[in-house]
T-cell receptor, first 117, second 113 residues
């Protein structure tokens, strides 16, 4: 079974600085998708960024980027120029590619990000 | 967004009563999921559906049942609510295309006294 591990229950960062949230996963599949979701205090789950395993290039969405290392099974999220609105719980998720059977993502337990003004 | 509506948004009930939570989607997504979220546990899958009348158990299905009679509706029932089922419940959907993330409802906060 796939597992997703977020080893940092809580992280903090100063406004305008950069922070990296770590995520590792365990799988025997070669094709899969990885996601980062943000959950602010409003409780909404918001997709931040996604990565296809067969793509070498790291995904980027504005101030959010990932460092995807397939061999190491690592998928970290970098937030640049942190803003107060980035304060949230962040979840890493894994999902097998279509045709691989399951459409059930596996989630990590989350990292709570605190942003200090 | 995927147009997911969960109802009710908040509910307080007593131990031993049945409770039904509803998830309604407008995007015609094939897959629907029910999760519970508790501090320190992240999101845990209760049940999921891969089509009308096609459902299966997740990792924490004991004490819960689901039904999906239409593509757009997925109901979660707590047959006899217990205090351990106090939680925030999320519904999610996903399409069948490549690269599809899940889309989430806004959650239901359920308190069982």
């Amino acid at each position: 079974a796939q597992t997703v591990t977020q080893s940092q229950p809580e992280m903090s960062v100063q406004e305008a600085e950069t922070v990296t949230l770590s995520c590792t996963y365990d799988t025997s599949e070669s094709d899969y998708y990885l996601f980062w979701y943000k959950q602010p205090p409003s409780r909404q789950m918001i997709l931040v960024i996604r990565q296809e395993a067969y793509k070498q290039q790291n995904a980027t969405e504005n101030r959010f980027s990932v460092n995807f290392q397939k061999a190491a099974k690592s998928f970290s999220l970098k937030i640049s120029d942190s803003q107060l609105g980035d304060a949230a719980m962040y979840f890493c998720a894994y999902r097998r590619a279509p045709g691989g059977g399951s459409y059930i993502p596996t989630f990590g337990r989350g990292t709570s990000l605190i942003v200090h003004p | 967004d995927a147009g997911i509506t969960q109802s009710p948004r908040h509910k307080v009930t007593e131990t031993g009563t049945p409770v039904t939570l509803r998830c309604h989607q407008t995007e015609n997504h094939r897959y629907m999921y029910w999760y519970r979220q508790d501090p320190g546990h992240g999101l845990r899958l209760i049940h999921y559906s891969y089509g009308v009348k096609d459902t299966d158990k997740g990792e924490v299905s004991d004490g819960y049942s689901v039904s999906r009679s239409k593509t757009e509706d997925f109901l979660l029932t707590l047959e006899s609510a217990t205090s351990s089922q106090t939680s925030v419940y999320f519904c999610a959907t996903a399409g069948t295309g490549d690269y599809q993330p899940q889309h989430f409802g806004d959650g239901t906060r359920l308190s069982i006294l």
